[in-house]
């Protein structure tokens, strides 16, 4: 029952604007987006979260369309250490469960 | 950082011996949870705590038990290992649930 989806895979110049994509057609009115990445044998590490206004922190930007089906993880200058596997989890803000999908395996490249 | 700290981070059983992880924090937050990862399943979610002595089982909890005496130390124990628990183990905190969880470095155990 995966609430989102995400592609596999992508590559991405050192130093460019990484856009992740993730589709979340079927998200309710009180559920969030949140976004985490997994660098190998790390921890998951929390990005960004929002309900349905872009939102930007230090690490990264949060995209989400106005029907909330979508939304785009923006890293806006990408370095090797961002190579990872991004998820984008939809959950509701008193939910105490993440479900994490397969992600997307972004490789940074120099 | 959210001072969380697994112990042990490596660890490698026999098959039908117990084991025991620990996870540890410094900064007092109610609710601590326990994953395991699995390549072709992502991170599921094993038990959770909401404050001390409360605990409850996640999607995958048969075969594991927890306790959580103190604030600061959630632990999960395998009663009697089995192959199929060998895992990278993850424990994670949130301020109020709901929020952001953030994740210890984990354990690998081989469970042989």
């Known amino acids: 029952d995966a609430k989102t989806t995400q592609p596999p895979s992508m590559d991405c110049a050192e130093g460019r604007a990484a856009n992740l994509p993730c589709n979340h057609s079927?998200?309710?009115?009180?559920?969030?987006v949140y976004w985490y990445r997994q660098i190998h044998s790390q921890g998951p590490q929390y990005i960004i979260h929002?309900?349905?206004n872009n939102e930007t922190n230090e690490m990264a930007s949060l995209i989400i369309t106005e029907d909330r089906k979508s939304s785009t993880l923006i890293l806006p200058h990408a370095t090797l250490r961002d190579t990872a596997v991004y998820y984008c989890?939809?959950?509701?803000?008193?939910?105490?469960?993440?479900?994490f999908g397969a992600g997307t395996t972004v490789t940074v490249r120099a | 950082d959210a001072g969380i700290t697994q112990s042990p981070r490596h660890k490698v059983t026999e098959t039908g011996t117990p084991v025991t992880l620990r996870c540890h924090q410094t900064?007092?937050?109610?609710?601590m949870y326990w994953y395991r990862q699995d390549p072709g399943h992502g991170l599921r979610l094993i038990h959770y705590?909401?404050?001390?002595?409360?605990?409850d089982k996640g999607e995958v909890s048969d075969g594991y038990s927890v306790s959580r005496s103190k604030t600061e130390d959630f632990l999960l124990t395998l009663e009697s290992a089995t192959s199929s628990q060998t895992s990278v183990y993850f424990c994670?905190?949130?301020?109020?649930?709901?929020?952001?969880?953030?994740f210890g470095p984990g354990t690998r155990l081989t469970v042989t």
């Open positions: 994670a905190i949130s301020v109020p649930a709901g929020t952001e969880q953030y």
């Open positions: 079927t998200i309710s009115g009180n559920e969030y």
């Open positions: 929002g309900l349905k």
């Open positions: 989890i939809v959950r509701a803000f008193n939910d105490y469960k993440l479900s």
């Open positions: 900064e007092n937050h109610r609710y």
């Open positions: 705590s909401y404050g001390v002595k409360d605990t």
